[in-house]
C-alpha cells in the first residue's frame, strides 16, 4: 500500500518568517495530494490541495510544489502568523479515489 | 452550512464493554469515512461508503468494529467489546462525488475521543 513519510515532526519559527513542511510518497500512481491543518480539538482542515497535472498551487500565504518524478511535496507557509501554529498533515490519494493516506503530522508553533 | 456532527464528542468506558459512535454528514455528501486518529499520528481510513454501501472496509478490526450507514446518511461506529488500545480518536469525514473526478475534498468532523480504561 502507498506509504508516506512527512518531515519535520516539529517545526518552530518566528512570527513574519516562512514554514515548509515536506512530504514523500510511494505510490506513482497518487494524482491527489491535499494538507490539512488541524487545530486542538478539531478535526482536520482542507487548507490547499494540488493534482497530478500541476506543478504548482498557491492560496494567499501558502503555497504547495509538486515532484512527481521525485514522488515529494511540499507546503510553504510564508509570513507565518501565531494562528497558523497547530498541526499540519499531508495526504496522498490514487485514482481509485477517495482513500486518503496521512502523513505523520508536523507540529507548528509560530511564536510571537 | 452545517458541517458534519459527531456524537459524543467525548467517552470513557471500562474495557470489554461496548461503546458507539455517531456521525451526520453534510447534507447531499454521499461518501462517507470513519478515521481513527492515534495521538500524535495521522488519521487512518477504517472503513468507506458510498451512499449505503461499505466500499473500503479492508482496514476495519472485523472481529470487535461494525459499522452500518442506513439509509445512506447517518452512520454510526460500533466497538463490542472495547480494549485498552481502542482509545482513540475516532473521526468521520464526507465528501461528494463528482463525474470524472476520483477525489474531492473530504470534511472532517470534530472526533470523538474515546478512554478506555
Known amino acids: 500500500g502507498e506509504n508516506v513519510e512527512q518531515h519535520p515532526s516539529t517545526l518552530s519559527v518566528q512570527e513574519g518568517d516562512s514554514a515548509v513542511i515536506k512530504c514523500t510518497y510511494s505510490?506513482?500512481?497518487?494524482?491527489?495530494f491535499p494538507w490539512y491543518k488541524q487545530e486542538l480539538g478539531k478535526g482536520p482542515q482542507l487548507i490547499i490541495d494540488i493534482r497530478s497535472n500541476v506543478g504548482e498551487k498557491k492560496d494567499q500565504r501558502i503555497a504547495v510544489t509538486l515532484n512527481k518524478t521525485a514522488k515529494h511535496f511540499s507546503l510553504h507557509i510564508t509570513e507565518t502568523q501565531p494562528e497558523d501554529s497547530a498541526v499540519y498533515f499531508c495526504a496522498v490519494a490514487g485514482a481509485a479515489g477517495n482513500k486518503l493516506t496521512f502523513g505523520g503530522g508536523t507540529r507548528v508553533l509560530v511564536k510571537p | 452550512e452545517a458541517g458534519v456532527v459527531q456524537s459524543p464528542r467525548y467517552k470513557i468506558i471500562e474495557k470489554k464493554q461496548p461503546v458507539a459512535f455517531w456521525c451526520n454528514p453534510i447534507?447531499?455528501?454521499?461518501?462517507l469515512y470513519w478515521y481513527l486518529q492515534n495521538l500524535g499520528q495521522g488519521p487512518e481510513l477504517l472503513i468507506r461508503y458510498e451512499n449505503e454501501e461499505a466500499v473500503d472496509d479492508s482496514q476495519l478490526p472485523k472481529d470487535r468494529f461494525s459499522a452500518e450507514r442506513l439509509k445512506g446518511v447517518d452512520s454510526t461506529l460500533k466497538i463490542q467489546p472495547a480494549e485498552l488500545g481502542d482509545s482513540a480518536v475516532y473521526l468521520c469525514a464526507s465528501s461528494t462525488r463528482t463525474s470524472g473526478r476520483a477525489n474531492n475534498e473530504q470534511f472532517f468532523g470534530p472526533g470523538t475521543r474515546l478512554t478506555v480504561l
Open positions: 505510490d506513482s500512481a497518487s494524482n491527489y
Open positions: 447534507s447531499g455528501h454521499n461518501t
